[in-house]
């Protein structure tokens, strides 16, 4: 069998440190400038080789994805033994290998407060064909110790030096889940324990929760770790009620935090909040149409929070598999994904609202927030479940069939009925289904990567704007973004339609990104007709870190739907800890000034903003301004939208799937044989 670990990260809210600190004194970041690849829109790039497959992937830097694999026979070697994690450099699409140590099978991950991210969990010790060795520090040939209770930090880095480390690993007895639920703990450490990270908390620091001992399809009572507990530690792990009652679809639990400081959880057919603090579970209603965690695994994401709502977080589930029988008896692979879409604002309503379904059914999607507010739905499958093993029925070893190799794109500022659409979208070559991923880049590609239902590599070498700030608090003084004529397309109407926003893209595994975010931050504009250019005037975070966690994250300028390329800046303190918040300061109102006008005289209202004196708006003494020389140049063809496609690898035995199935071919498993472009920008 094989093994899956699947957990949440949620952030750590219950630390009552007395001290909170502010943000680092923010530097002036280096324009950046344009995209150096232009890519085609819409279109699919294979773009490089991953070295090992990408089942867990994430951005660490803004030229460096950071990818993790299990251990397995991958014929790039470290250390003396196959490797399964590597660096992904963006800017030359090469990678090299990295030292996870232990078997990261199934782990999960996140980003502290301080930038360290941390990789949670994995099984057991393997030999060839991924089956488990009784000697659990491993040895050869994969030299792979039990990585159950491992806990890797890794402080990513440009020039090739750093590694993952682990550190002291979950294995105190306060931490062993069986102690928690009463199973006496014999000197023999369990000999896997999977693990789900999921989100990181308002203080920075992270939540684990769930897994299981040895893995397998789904969990079972004989192996559950219904717990949470917090990195870094605060104690033993805690019994959760709402994991024990969700077997066996209590992996991976999707996992969010929200504004008010809660988590929402949801797992099989139940949701609850979870008070990290005080331990309490809030029932809300059941998930409507289908299982979305794991392995029905739908897509899911929190949808942008923005001053227009209030920063008020609203999760999206869509897809996932309408099945209750998760024996392996009966042929999984063939029965169809769900379609259904729901949504849910679990701070302010706890029922379900149905959304626009998918166009297709699809299980294993990854939902990646783009910078103009639309969601890239991509990978998964039309059949089947996240999985594998050798069934009679299985493709391969895969528990899924029918790829679904055309994205789609969710916009949630359309009304019902219109949100889903494919137009300009081509269709890829390559199907993604289970333990693939994908992330949003700083040039707006969406990178994708990875899938791998097999339990070993067993067939040979075949791998084939100025004025941004460093660093944002939450509340603190505006500041001032400069946008140039070209910036605005040459009419300073434009700024009207200007945002900034703040996104996170997350750990992306298992169908999920977590941790992922987008956030809007509030904005005005003085824009002036005589020479076209504006400036934005731009509020810090929101004054609650349970909105943005801190950590690092990508920052954008979106102008009518075109974004610049992104730069990094650290939402918080940059440490772990409580946060400091402070009132957000005012912003002046927008307006337009006139060409006709002179110098701070008449204002003319735009989009329906009051006229201000543009006095208010200019050297406003408590605003810092900061500039660079160049932000983005307003063409449409000059930010592509491009989806690139690292190495992957797909079945061990495809060619037998295809014999056996027929339905591999991308002629003969999608709808829609006619790709176009997918026009990011308007
Ligand atoms: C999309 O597919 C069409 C038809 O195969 C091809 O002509 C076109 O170049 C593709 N466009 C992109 C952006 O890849
Ligand atoms: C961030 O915090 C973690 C947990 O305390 C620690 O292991 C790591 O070294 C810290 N990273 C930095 C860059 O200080
Ligand atoms: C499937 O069978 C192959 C060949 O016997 C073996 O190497 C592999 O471990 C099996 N996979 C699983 C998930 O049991
Ligand atoms: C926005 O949310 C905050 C925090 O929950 C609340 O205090 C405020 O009243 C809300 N504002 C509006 C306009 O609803
Ligand atoms: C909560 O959402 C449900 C489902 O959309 C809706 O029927 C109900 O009226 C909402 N309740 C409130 C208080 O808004
Ligand atoms: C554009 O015009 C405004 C108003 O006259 C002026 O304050 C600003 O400095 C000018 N900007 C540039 C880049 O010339
Ligand atoms: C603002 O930009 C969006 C693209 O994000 C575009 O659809 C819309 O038409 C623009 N609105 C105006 C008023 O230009
Ligand atoms: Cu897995």
Redesign the pocket.
């Known amino acids: 069998?094989?093994f899956l670990v699947l957990v949440s990260l949620a952030s750590v809210l219950a630390q009552s440190a007395a001290q909170s600190s502010g943000p680092p004194t923010p530097t002036i970041l280096s324009p950046p400038g344009q995209p150096s690849s232009t890519g085609t829109i819409g279109g699919f790039e294979i773009v490089g080789n991953s070295l090992v497959s990408a089942q867990q992937m994430f951005l660490g830097t803004l030229d460096k994805v950071f990818i993790l694999d299990k251990a397995e026979n991958n014929v790039p070697q470290i250390d003396g033994h196959p490797a399964w994690a590597s660096e992904y450099a963006l800017s030359a699409n090469t990678a090299r290998t990295m030292n996870a140590i232990t078997n990261t099978f199934c782990a999960g991950g996140t980003v502290l407060g301080n930038g360290t991210w941390i990789n949670i969990g994995g099984n057991s010790a393997v030999t060839?064909?991924?089956?488990k060795v009784d000697d659990d520090s491993g040895n050869g040939p994969y030299d792979d110790p039990d990585g159950g209770k491992s806990i890797r930090t890794l402080v990513p880095c440009d020039d090739g030096s750093c590694d993952w480390v682990d550190v002291q690993p979950m294995t105190s007895p306060t931490v062993v889940p069986n102690s928690v639920s009463g199973v006496p703990v014999p000197d023999l450490l369990p000999l896997s324990l999977t693990i789900i990270i999921r989100e990181t908390l308002q203080d920075g620091t992270a939540i684990i929760i769930g897994g299981c001992n040895n893995g397998g399809y789904v969990n079972d009572i004989g192996q559950d770790n219904p717990t949470y507990e917090f990195y870094p530690s605060t104690g033993g792990p805690i019994t959760s009620p709402f994991l024990s009652d969700n077997l066996p679809i209590n992996l991976y639990p999707l996992t969010f935090l929200l504004p008010s400081g809660r988590l929402l959880m949801q797992a099989n057919r139940a949701t609850i909040m979870l008070d990290p603090k005080t331990h309490k579970e809030y029932q809300l209603d059941d998930m409507p149409d289908a299982v979305r965690a794991y392995p029905a695994s739908a897509g899911n994401l929190m949808l942008p929070l923005t001053p227009a709502n209030n920063w008020t977080a609203t999760i999206l589930f869509c897809g996932g598999s309408d099945n209750d029988d998760w024996s392996q008896d009966w042929d999984i692979a063939s029965f169809p994904a769900s379609t259904s879409c729901v949504r849910i604002t679990p701070d302010k309503n706890q029922s379900y609202t149905k959304d626009d379904p998918m166009l297709e059914g699809r299980g294993m999607t990854n939902l990646v927030s783009l910078p103009d507010g639309r969601v890239l739905c991509v990978n998964g499958a039309k059949t089947g479940t996240a999985g594998?093993?050798?069934m009679s029925w299985s493709i391969g070893?895969s528990y899924a069939d029918n790829p679904v190799l055309t994205p789609a794109i969710y916009d949630p500022a359309k009304p019902a009925g219109s949100r889903w659409s494919r137009d300009g979208l081509n269709a890829s070559t390559i199907p993604r289904m289970y333990h693939s991923s994908a992330i949003l880049l700083p040039d707006g590609a969406v990178l994708i990567a990875g899938s791998n239902p097999n339990?070993?590599v067993?067939v040979g070498p075949k791998i084939n704007q100025r004025g941004l700030l460093s660093a944002l608090g939450y509340g603190g003084p505006a500041f001032d973004v400069q946008l140039d004529a070209d910036d605005l397309g040459g009419d300073a109407h434009n700024a009207a339609n200007a945002t900034v926003v703040i996104i996170r893209t997350g750990f992306s595994t298992h169908g999920m990104n977590m941790g992922q975010r987008f956030l809007q931050l509030d904005s005005t504009y003085t824009a002036y007709e005589a020479n076209n250019t504006a400036t934005l005037h731009v509020s810090q975070v929101p004054p609650n870190p349970a909105i943005l966690a801190p950590g690092p994250a990508l920052l954008f300028v979106v102008v009518n739907g075109v974004p610049s390329v992104g730069v990094q800046v650290m939402i918080g303190s940059g440490t772990i800890g409580k946060q400091a918040t402070s009132a957000i300061g005012e912003l002046p109102a927008s307006s337009f000034v006139s060409a006709t006008s002179t110098g701070g005289g008449e204002a003319q209202d735009q989009g329906g903003n009051n006229g201000a004196s543009p006095r208010m708006a200019i050297g406003h003494t408590t605003r810092t301004t900061w500039t660079w020389t160049r932000t983005y140049t307003w063409r449409t063809d000059a930010f592509r939208f491009r989806i690139i496609i690292t190495s992957h690898r797909l079945f061990s035995d495809f060619s037998t799937a295809r014999t056996f199935h027929g339905t591999y071919a991308p002629s003969t498993s999608i709808n829609h044989p006619h790709a176009l472009l997918l026009r990011i920008v308007t």
Not at 128 to 131: Q, R, Y
Request: charged letters at 15%.
């Open positions: 069998m094989f060839f064909g991924g089956n594998y093993g050798n070893e339990s070993d067993n």
